[in-house]
């Protein structure tokens, strides 16, 4: 984070008084060593600290009220949902996930964005259980029903989506919503490539675009009938007739991630609602905009800033230049936070690069652990005053030589992808043959699975590491690598595999 609370949009509870936005801080909390109640004679309690992975997830300060489906929502984002308990009289629950990778992204994320339910903040972290054993209670009966219930209408891989393109309609439009804010919720179920914003018979509402349809259909499951903010901003979500989106602009009304290098177009059009000509205004986002709100608007979501934060990476990959969001855009400067040497600050050139990058690589996975990336509330990234040294910790890379997008129309622009297993190579010398780039990229450690020259041009080739995660450290540690003859090599993520 950055340096400070961050607040973010989280991912509440189906319809009613769930909110996405919460202006709930972070805080710590003590797991309680007992737990009682009927249901609870098994759990003495999650005595071990938040870090220990496990598949089993233990949530504390439930409302009193508290569904079955609230609490299984929480976890469905993330991956199924394989078991519940509920322990109503302690307003505790235990939730089980099909693999701890699923259970680690749940606690990772609820780390830095607390879920709220029915205005209460709730608590997440792994339990000592390794896994869940229920009786045949009333209560777990119920449970149970509801895990099925849900279970059953979650996403079906097998059932392909109608459409990889959302229609979204935001209901009872109390404050303003922007492209940014939308990006950011949808952002959480997949890549975001193509969003449009529009009024039409005075509603407010959106076409977006994912790469694949099961992205499209965990969104519309996971977020239909949500409110973006506390009452109101409701989204209803469909199915889009069309198969794709065609943007000519990038501005606050329509945003293509694949193609940076559009124009921002002229004038932005005349808004049909008053809310929405208040929500383009430059900075309204970083405050509450009306007198009355209750609920102020996030400060990392204010259109201007190019600044990411990113948590959980290896310092060293940033201290010798070897920052995997360069693929997405031109890294200006990098901070690593004193106290919190796991986490930085990275400025690109502009916030559509930023934007990608966060779409692209939130979530992915870089020597073991997931990187967690949110747009930062700060707009640049300060270089130490004169004479004040920070050990080296922050890095000015305005004037590198390294920067892909730096030419106005580069053709790198239309080079741009999701991470892979596969690699593009391109700038191979001559005298560079098959075994030598295999045996470079092997020599990390990593399984090289395939590789191939194109057929009419061995500058460039392909090569399919063992994973996706193999695949983004090799192209950190193997980008710009010397290969003789003034021939550096240039590794990006390929659309293609072998």
């Known amino acids: 984070m950055d340096g400070s609370v961050h607040h973010d949009i989280s991912v509440g509870t189906k319809r009613g008084s769930d909110q996405l936005f919460s202006s709930v801080s972070n805080s710590p909390y003590i797991m309680s060593t007992t737990a009682n109640g009927n249901d609870s004679k098994k759990f003495k309690g999650d005595i071990r600290g938040p870090t220990v992975p496990s598949r089993v997830i233990h949530i504390r300060k439930l409302p009193n009220d508290i569904a079955e489906t609230e609490v299984i929502s929480l976890g469905l984002p993330f991956g199924d949902v394989t078991n519940l308990l509920m322990l109503k009289a302690k307003n505790q629950a235990f939730l089980e996930m099909n693999s701890e990778e699923a259970a680690q992204s749940m606690v990772s994320y609820y780390s830095t964005v607390m879920p709220i339910i029915r205005h209460h903040p709730v608590y997440v972290q792994f339990s000592n259980h390794k896994e869940l054993k229920t009786d045949n209670s009333p209560n777990q009966e119920r449970a149970q029903a509801a895990l099925r219930a849900l279970s059953t209408s979650h996403v079906d891989t097998t059932v392909p989506a109608p ?249 790198n622009y239309s080079n741009i992808f999701p991470p892979s297993a596969t690699l593009h190579l391109s700038n191979i010398p001559p005298s560079v043959v098959e075994d030598d780039l295999k045996m470079l990229f092997s020599s990390s450690g990593a399984m090289v699975k395939a590789f191939k020259f194109f057929q009419k041009d061995h500058k460039m080739a392909l090569i399919q590491m063992g994973s996706v995660e193999e695949a983004i450290e090799s192209l950190i540690e193997f980008h710009n690598h010397d290969l003789g003859e003034n021939h550096h090599l240039r590794v990006s993520f390929s659309k293609s595999s072998i």
């Open 163 to 411: 459409s990889t393109v959302l229609r979204v309609v935001v209901e009872n439009l109390i404050y303003p919503v922007t492209l940014d804010a939308l990006c950011q919720i949808f952002s959480k179920f997949g890549t975001v490539l193509r969003i449009i914003v529009f009024t039409k018979n005075s509603q407010f509402q959106a076409l977006l675009q994912y790469p694949d349809g099961a992205s499209a259909q965990a969104a519309k499951l996971s977020l239909d009938g949500q409110n973006i903010y506390n009452g109101c901003c409701t989204l209803r979500i469909s199915f889009s007739k069309l198969t794709s989106l065609n943007v000519k602009y990038n501005n606050e009304k329509s945003r293509d991630f694949t193609r940076p290098d559009l124009p921002t177009g002229d004038n932005q059009p005349t808004m049909e609602h008053p809310a929405m000509a208040t929500a383009f205004t430059p900075g309204i986002i970083s405050a509450a905009p009306y007198a009355g709100a209750t609920h102020a608007f996030p400060p990392a979501f204010t259109i201007q800033p190019a600044a990411l934060c990113l948590r959980q990476f290896y310092l060293y990959d940033f201290l010798c230049n070897k920052c995997v969001t360069c693929v997405y855009g031109d890294v200006m400067r990098v901070k690593i936070l004193f106290n919190k040497k796991e986490n930085a600050l990275v400025q690109m050139s502009d916030s559509t690069q930023a934007q990608l990058a966060m779409s692209h690589l939130n979530g992915q996975r870089l020597h073991g652990k997931p990187l967690r990336i949110t747009l930062s509330k700060h707009t640049s990234v300060q270089l130490p005053r004169e004479g004040h040294e920070d050990q080296g910790l922050t890095k000015d890379y305005s004037n590198s030589p390294l920067h892909r997008f730096k030419k106005p129309g580069s053709k």
